[in-house]
C-alpha cells in the first residue's frame, strides 16, 4: 500500500494504538525511537514508519520531535497579557509569527467577572541564560501594543505530556495510584559539544526522515560520530534536559477530512494555601486528563492562583466534569481551595520556543533597532 492510499485519521484502529504510545509513552532519549514505538504498540516497524509517515504528511501529525525540558535550559513562564481588543489578533500574529522565544500562543475567555478576565493573551516564553524574561516581555509590548503583562514561571512541574488518543478514553476521577511526583527546574549550563548535540536533537523530523535509526543523520549533521552523538544525548538525559520522542497531532485546526483531535482547551486555576502547593500539585497531576500541571504563582491579578493544569477534549461540559473530580479529590483529601478559575482557549497556535543564546542575541538586536528606527523607545 502506498502512502497516499494508507489511512490517516488518528481513530483508525492501527493508527490509534501507535499514536496512544508515540504521542507521550517514549520517555527520555532512546536510541532507536521508531522501533520503540513499533514494540509497544505491538505493530511491525514498517508499519509503524509508514503509518507516521503517511499522518505526518497529512497534517494528523503536525510535528515529530525530542523534546526537551526546556525549563530546565532557559528562563521560561506562562505569560499573560493585557492587550486593546481592537490589537489582540495583530499581537497574537506578531507572537505567533515573529517571536520564536514564544511558544503556545492562546487567546483564552473567562467569565468577564473573574479575577484576570482582562488578560487575553497567553503565550509561553523563554530566554536562554543571560537574558532576561522580564525585558523580553517589555520589548514584546513595545512590539505589540500590549499594555501589561503577568510573567508565571514554573516552580514546579507535576505533569507533562500529550496523549489525546489515549486520554479520549478516561473517565472523570481517573487517577494514578500516587499523588505525581514534582519535577523541579533548575538551569543546566552546557557545554558547545552539548549544544551541537541538542540543537540536532530537537529539530523537527522530515516525512523523508521517519525511518529507522534516525540519530545517524542528525549525528551526521553536528559533525560528529554516532557514538559520540548517542553518548552526549545519554548525558544530557542524565542531567535531565531531555524530555520524550513525540508524535505531536494537531489538536487545534481541524484536520483535512473535517474531524478534530479535541474542540476545548482548559486552563484550570486553583488557589491553595502557601506551603501546600507540592502536596496539591501532586494530587491535581495525579490525574489521567491533565496534559500539563504546574505549580506556578498567579499573583493579585490572578486571585494568588498557584496551580495550574491543562485539559484539552471535545465535550465542554465533559471537562468540567473532569475538573469537578478533581475538586471533590482534593476536599477528600483536606486541601481547601480558596478560589478557582477556568480560562477556555480560543484562538491557538503551537510552536516549540527557541532557547538557543545566537539566535536570541540576534533576534533582540534586530527588533530593538527596527523599533529604534521607528521612534519606539522605552
Not at 150 to 178: C, S, W, Y
Not at 276 to 302: D, K, M, N, Q, S
Request: hydrophobic fraction near 40%; aromatic fraction near 8%; include cysteine.
Amino acid at each position: 500500500m502506498t502512502t497516499a492510499n494508507l489511512p490517516i485519521d488518528h481513530t483508525d484502529p492501527v493508527n490509534a494504538r501507535i499514536l496512544s504510545v508515540s504521542e507521550d509513552k517514549i520517555h527520555g532519549f532512546v536510541a532507536d525511537p521508531f522501533s520503540a514505538i513499533a514494540e509497544r504498540s505491538g505493530f511491525p516497524l514498517e508499519t509503524v514508519l509508514e503509518r507516521i509517515r503517511a499522518m505526518l504528511l497529512a497534517g494528523t501529525i503536525r510535528r515529530v520531535r525530542q523534546t526537551l525540558i526546556a525549563t530546565n535550559l532557559a528562563h521560561g513562564a506562562l505569560a499573560a497579557w493585557r492587550v486593546p481588543e481592537e490589537k489582540l489578533n495583530d499581537a497574537f500574529d506578531f507572537m505567533f509569527r515573529h517571536d520564536p522565544f514564544s511558544g503556545h500562543v492562546v487567546v483564552r475567555s473567562t467569565d468577564p467577572s473573574s479575577a484576570g478576565a482582562e488578560y487575553r493573551l497567553w503565550t509561553t516564553l523563554k530566554v536562554p541564560p543571560g537574558f532576561s524574561l522580564e525585558e523580553h516581555a517589555e520589548l514584546l509590548c513595545r512590539c505589540t501594543g500590549c499594555t501589561q503583562f503577568r510573567l508565571m514561571p514554573a516552580n514546579g512541574i507535576f505533569a507533562l505530556g500529550v496523549g489525546h488518543v489515549r486520554r479520549k478514553t478516561i473517565e472523570p476521577g481517573d487517577k494514578a495510584t500516587q499523588p505525581a511526583s514534582m519535577i523541579e527546574t533548575r538551569l543546566a549550563p552546557l557545554s558547545e559539544l552539548e549544544w551541537r548535540v541538542l540543537t540536532a536533537l530537537k529539530r523537527e523530523f522530515r516525512p523523508e526522515e521517519i525511518a529507522p535509526h534516525p540519530w545517524r543523520a542528525r549525528a551526521a549533521d553536528a559533525g560528529l560520530p554516532l557514538p559520540v552523538f548517542l553518548e552526549v544525548a545519554q548525558s544530557l538525559e542524565a542531567r535531565g534536559v531531555i524530555g520524550r520522542f513525540s508524535t505531536f497531532l494537531e489538536h487545534v485546526k481541524p484536520l483535512r477530512n473535517g474531524a478534530r483531535v479535541t474542540r476545548f482547551n482548559a486552563l484550570f486555576h486553583w488557589a491553595v494555601p502557601p506551603g501546600r502547593e507540592v502536596e496539591a500539585g501532586g494530587e491535581i497531576g495525579r490525574h489521567e486528563i491533565l496534559t500539563h500541571c504546574y505549580w506556578r504563582e498567579g499573583g493579585p491579578e490572578f486571585r494568588n492562583v498557584n496551580i495550574m493544569a491543562v485539559a484539552h477534549g471535545t465535550d465542554k461540559e465533559r471537562l468540567l466534569a473532569h475538573k469537578a473530580a478533581i475538586d471533590a479529590h482534593l476536599a477528600q483529601r483536606g486541601i481547601p481551595v480558596s478560589y478557582t478559575n477556568v480560562f477556555w482557549g480560543g484562538r491557538s497556535e503551537i510552536k516549540p520556543s527557541e532557547i538557543s543564546p545566537a539566535i536570541y542575541s540576534e533576534w533582540r538586536a534586530r527588533w530593538k533597532a527596527r523599533l529604534e528606527a521607528q521612534g519606539i523607545t522605552d
